[in-house]
């Protein structure tokens, strides 16, 4: 592992109350999340994130927090929480919490104080407006289900801005005690012992709000505040920051215009995450590598995290409308599939039809793409979606353990589950669960526990660079590489069903006894590079060389 683990982290992300339940409320929570270290590790997890831990009243999924300086009562309690970092650095796995900080709940004290006076000392913690806001119906992340960004407080006798839900309103980070505040917090976490944290809607965060500017300056000043301040406490500290904005916009985010990383060490990649999902949908991959062309340079130890599903919708926000609607034509054609007019609901196994080929192809494809990968909490098995719950609750079921009652996630009656689990269908406890899968050798489980040796044992692709190999290539073929001090990858990905023949032999300069590491099937060895055969559908990842000075 590199001074920067997290160039070669594997991130796996979950919600402790639908992930393992140890005491039979119908809950999940940290005792069971610790019963199930031992998996995780021998998945090859590096990084654990949680979503939120705090305690909420829970009308936006544990994101409008009224104490940041707590767990949520239903998943135990401090000393539970001490314990499950314990044990999981005791097996080598780091923790990172969300940070929600853009917002509180409205039933926070803070709040609750604020709204009851003008003299509160902590009125001036939210941002308020005597008169109606012009822009008081702009700039909503939820459409559709939200309808205003100012709501008007009678007991305040004011209106108050909230980006997200109006049982939300956003702390006003321009105002220096909020800023301490947002120290003191990350302090707490850090000295408990979490790894860093993914902060949530970094861009609202920064935002300069003021009434009737719906488009507000950024002050990224204030992330080389928290950078400094995070990594005194602890040097190996990592930010993770979920900013979903244009590109030109990015790299202002990882550093200054001097070229210095000193802001947010990670980024999710919005950009290649609806660019993989367009690939996939048209089976040609063209607009991976405009992706790659097109990503900004970073400075010095910034990286980018990859996904295919995260715990929101697919956000296809950053297509085109008519590159939205062939996505949506092919993973999401039945409208209670998408949400908020830029995504899809779903989980990837039944986006793509089941089809264990193409499933293994496109997380073949983000792992061997350049950045750290994330992975969502029962991918691994292949989990699907319910759709009749409401909007992001889809993907937000029980982890499905076994074939016992409630999936082995808890002893409860269904009724008293925090979700119910998926029980009909092909995808229900009782064809896709982890014990099931355990028990066979060529299940998806075993597949991802094998791929992600294989990327532990190449480096280049977390820390190095990773290019587009510019020869001609067959239909649906992408070949790209992976540089780095170690060596040298060579992946192909065929994302048609033809299969196809691919020539680089002009790589074949560069090798040194290149082999096939990890393979959709048994193929001809590599020989000189001029005849790999690749199925419809296949994967080749190819070390080409390897360093010994690294």
């Given at each position: 592992m590199s001074d920067r683990w997290y160039s070669e982290a594997v991130v796996y992300c979950l919600d402790i109350d639908t992930y393992a339940d140890s005491d039979g409320d119908g809950v999940g929570d940290i005792r069971g999340l610790i019963g199930r270290l031992d998996?995780?590790?021998?998945?090859?997890?590096?990084?654990?994130?949680?979503?939120?831990?705090?305690?909420?009243?829970?009308?936006?999924?544990?994101?409008?927090?009224?104490?940041?300086?707590?767990v949520d009562p239903r998943?135990?309690?401090?000393?539970?929480?001490?314990?499950?970092?314990?044990?999981?650095?005791?097996?080598?796995?780091?923790?990172?919490?969300?940070?929600?900080?853009?917002?509180?709940?409205?039933?926070?004290?803070?709040?609750?104080?604020?709204?009851?006076?003008?003299?509160?000392?902590?009125?001036?913690?939210?941002?308020?407006?005597?008169?109606e806001p012009a822009d008081r119906h702009q700039g909503m992340v939820f459409p559709g289900e939200q309808h205003e960004t100012w709501t008007y407080d009678?007991?305040?006798?004011?209106?108050?801005?909230?980006?997200?839900?109006?049982?939300?309103?956003?702390?006003?980070?321009?105002?220096?005690?909020?800023?301490?505040?947002?120290?003191?917090?990350?302090?707490?976490?850090?000295?408990?012992?979490?790894?860093?944290?993914r902060m949530d809607a970094v861009p609202f965060i920064i935002e300069r709000t003021e009434p009737g500017d719906p488009s507000p300056e950024l002050d990224f000043e204030?992330?080389?505040?928290?950078?400094?301040?995070?990594?005194?406490?602890?040097?190996?500290?990592?930010?993770?920051?979920?900013?979903?904005?244009?590109?030109?916009?990015?790299?202002?985010?990882?550093?200054?215009?001097?070229?210095?990383?000193?802001?947010?060490?990670?980024?999710?990649?919005?950009?290649?995450?609806?660019?993989?999902?367009?690939?996939?949908?048209?089976?040609d991959p063209e607009p991976v590598i405009e992706a790659l062309r097109d990503t900004p340079a970073l400075p010095q130890g910034g990286q980018w995290a990859t996904f295919l599903r995260n715990h929101d919708e697919i956000d296809l926000s950053r297509l085109t409308a008519e590159q939205r609607n062939e996505?949506?034509?092919?993973?999401?054609?039945?409208?209670?599939?998408?949400?908020?007019?830029?995504?899809?609901?779903?989980?990837?196994?039944?986006?793509?039809?089941?089809?264990?080929?193409?499933?293994?192809?496109?997380?073949?494809?983000?792992?061997?793409?350049?950045?750290?990968?994330?992975?969502?909490?029962?991918?691994?098995?292949?989990?699907?979606?319910?759709?009749?719950?409401?909007?992001?609750?889809?993907?937000?079921?029980?982890?499905?353990?076994?074939?016992?009652?409630?999936?082995?996630f808890s002893t409860a009656e269904p009724e008293k589950l925090v979700r119910p689990v998926i029980d009909k269908g092909e995808f229900g406890y009782e064809k896709v669960n982890v014990t099931l899968q355990r028990r066979d050798r060529t299940s998806l489980l075993a597949w991802f526990e094998r791929m992600i040796r294989t990327l532990r044992e190449a480096p280049e692709i977390g820390c190095g660079s990773t290019t587009h190999i510019d020869v001609p290539m067959p239909p649906g073929v992408l070949a790209h590489?992976?540089?780095?001090?170690?060596?040298?990858m060579v992946f192909l990905h065929n994302l048609g069903t033809t299969d196809a023949e691919v020539d680089l032999s002009q790589l074949q300069p560069e090798a040194d006894l290149p082999i096939d590491v990890l393979a959709d099937r048994n193929y001809d060895d590599v020989g000189k590079l001029d005849k790999l055969q690749l199925s419809g559908h296949g994967y080749r990842w190819i070390r080409l060389c390897r360093s010994w000075s690294h």
């Open positions: 998996y995780l590790a021998r998945l090859g997890v590096t990084c654990l994130w949680l979503h939120p831990i705090h305690p909420s009243p829970n009308d936006d999924d544990g994101y409008d927090v009224t104490d940041f300086y707590n998943f135990g309690t401090l000393g539970d929480f001490a314990e499950l970092l314990h044990q999981a650095n005791n097996r080598g796995i780091r923790v990172i919490i969300d940070l929600v900080v853009n917002h509180t709940s409205d039933q926070h004290p803070w709040f609750v104080s604020a709204r009851s006076s003008p003299d509160s000392p902590y009125r001036d913690w939210y941002v308020w407006s005597e008169q009678r007991t305040a006798k004011a209106w108050y801005y909230h980006r997200f839900y109006k049982f939300q309103p956003d702390l006003n980070t321009m105002n220096p005690a909020v800023r301490a505040e947002i120290k003191k917090i990350m302090s707490f976490w850090i000295q408990l012992g979490v790894a860093g944290f204030f992330l080389t505040e928290l950078r400094q301040h995070v990594q005194w406490r602890r040097g190996d500290a990592v930010l993770l920051a979920e900013a979903n904005v244009e590109p030109d916009n990015l790299p202002a985010f990882f550093g200054d215009r001097g070229g210095s990383a000193n802001r947010v060490h990670m980024l999710f990649d919005f950009m290649l995450n609806g660019r993989l999902m367009l690939a996939l949908a048209r089976q996505v949506y034509e092919q993973f999401g054609p039945e409208e209670h599939m998408r949400i908020y007019d830029r995504g899809i609901r779903r989980r990837l196994a039944p986006m793509l039809g089941n089809d264990r080929r193409r499933v293994e192809l496109a997380y073949s494809l983000q792992f061997s793409l350049r950045g750290t990968p994330v992975l969502r909490y029962g991918e691994e098995i292949g989990m699907g979606e319910d759709l009749s719950l409401d909007g992001r609750e889809a993907i937000r079921t029980p982890m499905q353990w076994s074939n016992q009652p409630n999936a082995g590489r992976a540089d780095g001090p170690t060596g040298t």
